[in-house]
């Protein structure tokens, strides 16, 4: 467990296991805590490491909303990559985890030995649909500040059992982190040249379209859906999970 200071804020992290170096990246309000089932299977090959995004469990909640952002979070992925002294890495995420991977991608491609791209989104080519999403992530954040932590009482699983130090932090990063600026993202997926596992469980309905699109951008990726899962498969489903990441992790090219 150990922590880096990103211009006075500190973000957490934790290493496991030795190896190939593999990093995970958590969804919206969860923390680092949702990847510990898979930590004895994930961490027996490789150096898996883990992290909680600004304004989310054990990193800091900084009061400054320009704290809070796309660049600042990939800045992040890659500090945490040199402090544990990695150059290269498999990169993975979960929902707003696996959307931060894809940028991290386009921001430093030479970084990324693969991508694991777990019931996740793609972003938006169309400004009126981002502008939707958008809308709800503002709502998202207006609601932890109206209620706080209870938010999450009624939230999936991965959410429901997270623990934060308060909502500030996650209201901040839902109008920061949460929400998307442009079509970069989307529009980086054909020119994606790594290795590139899809993965979504069979009922997470809002993300099913998106996986589909993904594998179908992303040259040669693999794509794997999950029966009787949610949107946190690795919890829904872990044995599953599992069995559907490490063949793909095995057979990466040196």
Same mark, same amino acid.
């Given at each position: ?11 957490? !992290? ?11 990246? =958590?969804? !919206? #309000? ?13 961490? /027996?090959? =490789? ?5 909680? @995004?600004?304004?989310?469990?054990? #990193?800091? !909640? ?32 979960? #929902? $707003?985890?696996?959307? @931060?991977?894809?940028?991290?991608? /386009? ?49 999936? /699983? ?6 934060? /130090?308060?909502?500030?932090? $996650? ?39 998106? #996986?589909? !699109? @993904? ?6 990726? +693999? ?7 949610? =949107? ?6 872990? +044995? ?11 057979? $990466?090219?040196?």
């Amino acid at each position: 467990m150990a922590g880096i200071d990103r211009d006075g804020v500190k973000i957490y !992290y934790e290493v496991h296991g030795d190896g190939s170096p593999l990093l995970l990246t =958590h969804g !919206y #309000s969860s923390t680092s805590a949702m990847w510990h089932g898979q930590v004895e299977a994930l961490a /027996r090959d =490789h150096k898996l490491i883990l992290w909680d @995004m600004r304004g989310h469990g054990q #990193s800091d !909640y900084p009061d400054d909303p320009a704290a809070y952002s796309e660049a600042l979070t990939v800045g992040d992925i890659a500090a945490i990559l040199d402090a544990v002294g990695t150059e290269r890495a498999i990169i993975g995420g979960l #929902s $707003l985890g696996g959307y @931060m991977s894809l940028a991290f991608a /386009r921001a430093h491609p030479k970084r990324v030995r693969a991508l694991l791209i777990i019931d996740t989104g793609r972003g938006f080519k169309k400004d009126d649909a981002r502008e939707a999403w958008n809308a709800r992530a503002l709502a998202t954040a207006d609601k932890f500040d109206r209620e706080g932590l209870d938010v999450l009482k009624a939230a999936t /699983r991965e959410r429901a059992t997270a623990r934060h /130090r308060n909502a500030t932090g $996650l209201a901040l990063a839902a109008r920061g982190m949460l929400t998307q600026r442009d079509a970069k993202v989307i529009e980086l997926l054909p020119e994606i040249k790594v290795p590139s596992l899809i993965v979504v469980g069979a009922d997470d309905t809002p993300f099913l379209a998106a #996986s589909d !699109y @993904m594998a179908a951008k992303i040259p040669g990726a +693999q794509k794997v859906v999950i029966p009787a899962a949610g =949107h946190a498969v690795n919890i829904d489903q872990p +044995q599953a999970f599992v069995d559907a990441v490490l063949p793909f992790l095995k057979n $990466l090219p040196e």
